[in-house]
């Protein structure tokens, strides 16, 4: 089956330690998109690349960073990890030339920093 | 700035009853609203969804309805399951799909 695959699906962390939250889809998808879930919270666009073009949103801070190396892969940088930022993170993809409008998503990374 | 409201955080419905899970959104220019279903340990899956130059749209037992002078949206299930016990998040999207809004979520309780 055609999916997004998250890996870890769960991840500690220090506080300050580098760390890098991985994405991969099969649905050959050109656009991929990284969020952010706080508990009980709405998922929060972080950013999206569109093939090769990378597009962030004007509110997330400089301490996240992506990187997309080819079309089935998508990770998630986070260079100084604070304690704001233990979420889930969710990877989502979506086809831009299908005229539809639905992503697809992975099952989700929860990071936690001690 | 919360574009995107549900302002329910959960709604309890007999088994067979309609569901009617309701969303409020700010921003005039969102092109496509969206309904996502959340069960646990998974990520959300699409469910239905509704341009904005419609005011209903219907797949199976799940219908849309969108009031675009009032700003709000709802999904109506019809008749409930118990397998449809879930997080249900909306999502507004401008032009291409690219910038999309969620809503918080409003958790349903179907009880058989």
């Known amino acids: 089956d055609a999916m997004v695959i998250q890996n870890p699906r769960y991840q500690v962390t220090q506080f300050g330690k580098p760390v890098t939250l991985s994405c991969s889809q099969t649905l050959n998808h050109n656009v991929m998109y990284w969020y952010q879930q706080k508990s009980s919270q709405a998922p929060k666009l972080l950013f999206h690349?569109?093939?090769?073009?990378?597009?962030n949103e004007a509110d997330t801070p400089d301490n996240f960073q992506s990187r997309r190396p080819n079309t089935s892969f998508c990770f998630l940088d986070i260079r100084s990890p604070g304690l704001g930022d233990a979420a889930m993170y969710l990877c989502a993809t979506s086809s831009a030339t299908s005229g539809l409008y639905e992503q697809y998503f992975g099952p989700g990374t929860r990071l936690t920093v001690t | 700035d919360q574009q995107v409201k549900q302002n329910s955080p959960s709604l309890s419905v007999q088994e067979g009853r309609i569901s009617i899970l309701n969303c409020d959104y700010t921003n005039s220019m969102f092109d496509y609203f969206l309904w996502y279903k959340k069960y646990p340990a998974e990520g959300p899956t699409f469910l239905i969804s509704?341009?904005?130059?419609?005011d209903k749209n219907e797949d199976g037992r799940f219908t849309v309805f969108l009031n675009k002078s009032a700003k709000h949206l709802s999904l109506h299930i019809v008749p409930s399951q118990p397998g449809d016990s879930a997080v249900y998040f909306c999502?507004?999207?401008?032009?291409?799909?690219?910038?999309?809004?969620f809503g918080a979520g409003t958790r349903l309780f179907v009880k058989a």
């Open positions: 690349y569109y093939d090769k073009d990378f597009n």
């Open positions: 509704i341009s904005s130059i419609k």
């Open positions: 999502a507004a999207s401008d032009t291409g799909g690219f910038k999309t809004i």
